[in-house]
T-cell receptor, first 113, second 114 residues
Framework: GDSVTQMEGPVTLSEEAFLTINCTYT??????LFWYVQYPGEGLQLLLKATKADDKGSNKGFEATYRKETTSFHLEKGSVQVSDSAVYFCALSDQGGGNKLTFGTGTQLKVEL | DGGITQSPKYLFRKEGQNVTLSCEQNLNHDAMYWYRQDPGQGLRLIYY???????QKGDIAEGYSVSREKKESFPLTVTSAQKNPTAFYLC?????????????FGSGTQLSVL
């Protein structure tokens, strides 16, 4: 079945550092890929998405590129802020799956001054 | 404002007790979902519904039940058969208009066992 693998956390960075959170997936067909963010005590919010190979999703300075050849969707940000501290989830949606998402285990990011 | 409302925010269950978590949405979405979140395990799908009066089991449906009598509402019952119910429960919804749409999530219910 479908699966998503994320790098384990927590990831601790200093403010203005470069961020990469790795995500790889296994799926049949051509899934859509998502990054969601969860702030403490809250539900998840969509951060960005990509629906086909080579698409780049971007939002709030975060970017991720759908790489079919490496089955990856790594999240990057050039300069993190303390307010970016949260848990980040990579997810995929199977075609025809009725928008059901398969999530990775989440990666906690802590940004310090 | 449109959105998803989950209640209560915190819930405690006694041994042998069934408890029901509420989820209401006013986004006019066709599909609704229940996920369970455990530390280090990400989110796992319990049940989902794409239309009123119909629902399907997800990956971990055992010990749970749902109903979808109204488009706006998708309550989840955690039965006494669920032996490890302590978790953070998230409800979500999405439209089903043929496009891959994002899920809108509620703010969650933390269920603990007394």
């Amino acid at each position: 079945g479908d699966s998503v693998t994320q790098m384990e956390g927590p990831v601790t960075l200093s403010e203005e550092a470069f961020l990469t959170i790795n995500c790889t997936y296994t799926a049949t067909g051509y899934p859509s890929l998502f990054w969601y963010v969860q702030y403490p005590g809250e539900g998840l919010q969509l951060l960005l998405k990509a629906t086909k190979a080579d698409d780049k999703g971007s939002n709030k300075g975060f970017e991720a590129t759908y790489r079919k050849e490496t089955t990856s969707f790594h999240l990057e940000k050039g300069s993190v802020q303390v307010s970016d501290s949260a848990v980040y989830f990579c997810a995929l949606s199977d075609q025809g799956g009725g928008n059901k998402l398969t999530f990775g285990t989440g990666t906690q990011l802590k940004v310090e001054l | 404002d449109g959105g998803i409302t989950q209640s209560p925010k915190y819930l405690f269950r006694k041994e042998g007790q069934n408890v029901t978590l509420s989820c209401e949405q006013n986004l006019n979405h066709d599909a609704m979902y229940w996920y369970r979140q455990d530390p280090g395990q990400g989110l796992r799908l319990i049940y989902y519904s794409q239309i009123v009066n119909d629902f399907q089991k997800g990956d971990i449906a055992e010990g749970y039940s749902v109903s979808r009598e109204k488009k706006e509402s998708f309550p989840l019952t955690v039965t006494s058969a669920q032996k490890n119910p302590t978790a953070f429960y998230l409800c979500a919804s999405s439209s089903l208009d043929g496009r891959i749409e994002k899920l809108f999530f509620g703010s969650g219910t933390q269920l603990s066992v007394l």
